[in-house]
């Protein structure tokens, strides 16, 4: 450790804290789940519902995309309404007028001022009030509810399948005709659905807030922000502004400038011969740029089915690509791209750690990996349709189909192989990165980039932590080990090392200024980041620990954020160190997106999802996909396409970057982001916001509001942003494209400017 020792103390501490932290709250989710009744009956002894009808529902949900076709507890798309805030305000509408009918007569509306207060009242000590006997496990409903529940059901069944009545409302929602074609899985699928809104309007035991932490608002039944919401909320803006402050006094006082090395004469990643694994890395990078090309279509596509549900400009298509299989593949593509970016940049700086040389039989290995990916890819896809269409057989969709789960669509035995090849890739790494630490000199910066490359290699296991019939506050729990975790927080360290790596290796920063600054770096990113993943889980059937860990601790993933501006410049700067550097100009702008994405994108308009009090009322609105976007792309998608930029320049002797293709591309993807967000998802879910505070959260997503013409026309407007943004993508891929496959003589006729000679 040597002069690092205190940094990589602190940093050791961190993670033993932080994953103490993270296990603790597990073993509270685990204890403290919603539970599932063994039965539901009703007052006269009427079975209404089994556990095992309950769960059989959840499967039901999974097969038909799940979290693709509207939300639960608020973790889904954005078309179709949320299923659980929905389903409890359409039971309360019809248990109210059931009530209505019983007493007078008469329907709801028709009621005077107190004898519908009256009726509101009994309405919400019969919702809130927990009947679950805690020795049988029974839940039992009044007569009227099991009314009610049976109204709502009906509507449910009639929307899944292929009712016309309901055919204009599965349109609004981008559902498909027959969107769970078997009738008896759809009687399991509502019987999930009252579940979830049972458990969403339900008090805990010796509480006064359901398990869900009174989520969704929903003023008939009182679901309001409770006091921990708001008193936690508070909590997370007090350490948001403490952890800026030390930050900023930290800088101020701690921070030194390190000497910056006088710069080669020449770029030394080009002073060794490419590796046999090196050249091999040319179809990924087209592998990259393809998937992004398939993902930034699909993403078109699925847009325009939020303004036409079932058709695409009047063409009826849903029915072999539905929104949710579109949706599906588009997230699916996204992970899948950007995993293959980091992938190959991890390949091509194992050799160059190794000291220029391949370990035996690395290129076969980069080869089998190449096409392992390709296999998976195919493998999901076809997967993800099949299930979609129910040509599986039930007992396969979990294993080979859709598991329901956002950003974990792919079956499990895809999930598996994927997981084998991020092992194997892992094997790859180590099997060119070890032997390094037999030579001499400082190797604490490459230490890290060892550590955070087994994170990458190992972490996404967790995700095979849950089953299909795992309770679904568990299964969130690991979902958002994968999807925060993983993703943004060991792909960040990653990412972070091996840029330090390579500005080191190239001579343009110190070794110790770049070893300091990572090591600091991945102390602040898992400080907020390890327990910051629970910020995700406030009303996903968790208690007031959790979210008062997820609060504070997520507030303080913003803290290192603001300091990206900063890192901005430097990496710009890095430009004119060294006249070679021009060559890498287009990658280093990539580099310079990814802070301040990272900036606006994770820190503020993450930082405006965070707090209790907000997601209370955003979540699962368009505030949403405002931060995902910004963040996934803006943030790993950039990383992912800088580092395929920067492999391709030195993977393909002589090559120049086309000036104008990278200016149109850089900023095609960037301005279209903007007007991606600016234009269309922000201002939806601002309107959206205040439908959700004012009216309750079922209104929100509603039918009736999201058809409003001003939305329509938000909707429609999305579409300059998203041609802009397309533009932007075949100018990417076009210019990976030509880099891959272009004849030699474009090199020899100087038509990509320096030879491999001049270099």
């Not at 899944?160 to 349109?171: A, F, H, I, K, V």
């Not at 008896?184 to 458990?199: E, G, I, Q, T």
């Amino acid at each position: 450790m040597g002069e690092y020792k205190k940094l990589w103390w602190l940093l050791l501490a961190v993670l033993a804290v932080t994953f103490g932290i993270l296990g603790w709250s597990g073993v509270e989710i685990y204890r403290q789940v919603p539970p599932i009744p063994a039965q539901v009956v009703t007052t006269s002894g009427q079975e209404l519902m089994t556990k095992e009808q309950i769960l059989d529902g959840q499967t039901a949900w999974q097969s038909t995309g799940g979290m693709q076709v509207g939300s639960i507890w608020g973790h889904g798309a954005y078309q179709a309404p949320d299923w659980s805030a929905d389903w409890l305000h359409r039971e309360l509408l019809a248990w109210l007028e059931v009530a209505a009918q019983e007493t007078a007569g008469v329907p709801f509306a028709q009621l005077n001022e107190d004898q519908q207060a009256t009726l509101k009242n009994q309405l919400k000590n019969e919702y809130r009030r927990n009947t679950l006997n805690p020795d049988t496990g029974v839940v039992t409903v009044s007569e009227r509810r099991a009314k009610a529940m049976a109204t709502t059901g009906d509507y449910y069944i009639r929307l899944y399948g292929n009712d016309p009545e309901l055919q204009s409302t599965r349109s609004n929602f981008a559902m498909k005709e027959d969107t769970l074609p078997d009738a008896a899985r759809r009687a399991d699928l509502v019987k999930f659905y009252f579940w979830l809104s049972w458990a969403a309007s339900t008090e805990r035991p010796n509480t006064d807030v359901t398990y869900t932490n009174n989520w969704p608002h929903e003023p008939l039944v009182d679901n309001h922000p409770s006091g921990a919401n708001i008193m936690w909320s508070v909590a997370s803006v007090v350490i948001l502004l403490a952890g800026i402050a030390f930050l900023v006094w930290g800088w101020a006082f701690l921070h030194r400038d390190h000497p910056e090395p006088e710069s080669p004469k020449a770029d030394p990643l080009t002073l060794s011969a490419l590796t046999p694994s090196q050249r091999a890395l040319g179809k990924y990078l087209f592998l990259v740029v393809a998937l992004f090309i398939a993902q930034v279509l699909l993403g078109g596509l699925t847009a325009h089915y939020t303004v036409e549900g079932q058709t695409f400009y009047g063409i009826n298509i849903s029915e072999w690509l539905p929104y949710s299989l579109t949706r599906t593949w588009h997230l699916q593509t996204a992970l899948f791209w950007i995993a293959s970016g980091f992938l190959a940049a991890g390949l091509f700086l194992a050799p160059v750690v190794n000291g220029g040389k391949d370990p035996k039989y690395q290129k076969l290995g980069v080869d089998i990996l190449f096409w392992a990916l390709v296999v998976l890819v195919i493998g999901a896809y076809v997967g993800n349709f099949l299930a979609i269409k129910h040509i599986l057989p039930t007992e396969f969709n979990f294993w080979l189909g859709h598991q329901g789960y956002e950003y974990l669509e792919l079956g499990r035995l895809w999930q598996i192989v994927k997981f084998l090849g991020l092992a194997f890739w892992l094997l790859l790494m180590l099997r060119g990165m070890l032997p390094a630490f037999k030579k001499g000199g400082d190797k604490n910066l490459l230490a890290l980039l060892v550590a955070s490359t087994i994170a990458i290699g190992l972490f996404y296991g967790t995700g095979l932590f849950y089953g299909e019939r795992t309770h679904i506050t568990i299964m969130e729990y690991w979902r958002w080990w994968v999807v925060h975790l993983w993703v943004e927080g060991f792909f960040e360290v990653f990412a972070t090392t091996a840029l330090a790596f390579i500005f080191a290796t190239m001579g343009l920063v110190s070794k110790r200024g770049a070893t300091v600054a990572s090591l600091a770096s991945a102390s602040l990113f898992m400080l907020g980041g390890v327990p910051g993943t629970l910020h995700h889980m406030y009303f996903s059937g968790t208690t007031t620990p959790v979210m008062a860990i997820g609060a504070s601790f997520s507030a303080l993933e913003v803290v290192p954020l603001i300091i990206l501006g900063y890192e901005a410049w430097e990496n710009w700067r890095l430009k004119e160190r060294a006249p070679w550097m021009e060559a890498v100009r287009w990658p280093l702008m990539c580099f310079v997106a990814v802070a301040f994405w990272n900036m606006l994108g994770a820190g503020v308009f993450g930082f405006m999802v965070n707090p209790p009090i907000s997601l209370y009322y955003i979540q699962g609105l368009n505030t949403t996909p405002v931060h995902a976007h910004a963040a996934l792309f803006g943030v790993y998608g950039f990383l992912a396409i800088g580092f395929t930029l920067l492999v391709l320049r030195y993977i393909v002797p002589g090559f120049k970057f086309n000036d104008s293709l990278m200016r149109t591309g850089f900023w095609g993807l960037n301005i279209g982001l903007v007007l991606m967000i600016g234009t269309s998802l922000l201002p939806i879910g601002i309107i959206q916001a205040y439908a959700s505070i004012t009216e309750g959260m079922w209104y929100a997503r509603s039918e009736e509001f999201m058809q409003q013409p001003i939305l329509q026309t938000l909707r429609w407007v999305r579409t300059f942003g998203d041609v802009v943004f397309i533009v932007g993508a075949f100018a990417i891929f076009w210019q990976v494209v030509i880099g891959v496959f272009r004849p030699k003589s474009y090199i020899r006729h100087g038509v990509y400017g320096a030879t491999a000679a001049a270099e």
